[in-house]
């Protein structure tokens, strides 16, 4: 199966659906993972422009810990907005990527860029379907289906309550490995909100383990519409 992983910012996937996509990566599927903002306002201190490159090489050394291809859109931090140019280039990265699943963040997130991702993420991955609608780039032939959207869960899972589970257990440690490629914002959160990242994710992945009878997991929330439903569970 061909997945395709599209975070707001760089570390997102990390943080929310890593353990997923590395369940994935071992059963030997095809992972790829898009963010639309290089991470350039991660810093109090460091300028923008430099911030970007230290996150450019944080997420390159997070995503080949599970071989995963990396599809940067380059927007600034705080920029994504719900536009037709954004669609355009989101759906071709669907096209280019023909994903047998979607993963992006739930619609009610914390911050503007999470929830902008939301849903430029659901008009695209059905505008990838019909022929004349034109992607950006306009290099990649349209789906033949729309692809089965699922949401990941919300920053401290506020708001969100999983419909499906991923036990991560047997790679909590990869996913833990892939977030602490981060290390910028690793400082960064716990200077701006005391949030020390690593121990936040176990937290998580434990809380959400307790729900599903397992040690770590990760939730989701399909998104049930016409016509990417499918009866099959895409899940792992
Ligand atoms: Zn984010």
């Not at 949030?195 to 994710?201: E, I, K, M, T």
Request: charged share 25%.
């Amino acid at each position: 199966m061909n997945i395709l992983a599209v975070g707001a910012n760089p570390d997102d996937i990390e943080f929310l659906c890593a353990g997923t996509l590395a369940v994935y990566a071992n059963r030997g599927d095809t992972v790829f993972i898009s963010y639309l903002t290089t991470g350039d306002k991660g810093s109090s201190d460091v300028p923008p422009e430099e911030m970007a490159a230290i996150r450019k090489e944080e997420a390159e050394s997070s995503a080949r810990i599970i071989g995963a291809t990396l599809l940067p859109l380059g927007i600034p931090d705080g920029e994504v907005e719900v536009s037709l140019s954004l669609r355009r280039r989101i759906v071709e990265i669907i096209r280019k990527t023909k994903p047998d699943v979607v993963i992006t963040h739930y619609k009610n997130d914390y911050m503007s860029d999470h929830n902008c991702t939301s849903r430029l993420v659901f008009d695209a991955a059905f505008w990838s379907m019909p022929k004349h609608f034109e992607g950006d780039p306009d290099s990649s032939p349209c789906l033949s289906l729309c692809p089965p959207l699922l949401y990941m869960d919300t920053l401290g899972g506020i708001g969100f309550q999983p419909q499906e589970y991923v036990d991560i257990t047997d790679v909590m440690d990869t996913k833990i490995e892939m977030l602490s490629q981060h290390k910028s914002q690793i400082g960064y959160m716990n200077d701006r909100d005391g949030l020390d990242c690593l121990d936040y994710a176990k937290t998580m992945a434990k809380f959400r383990g307790y729900q599903c009878g397992v040690a770590y997991a990760e939730g989701f929330v399909p998104q049930r519409v016409y016509p990417s439903l499918s009866p099959k569970r895409v899940l792992p």
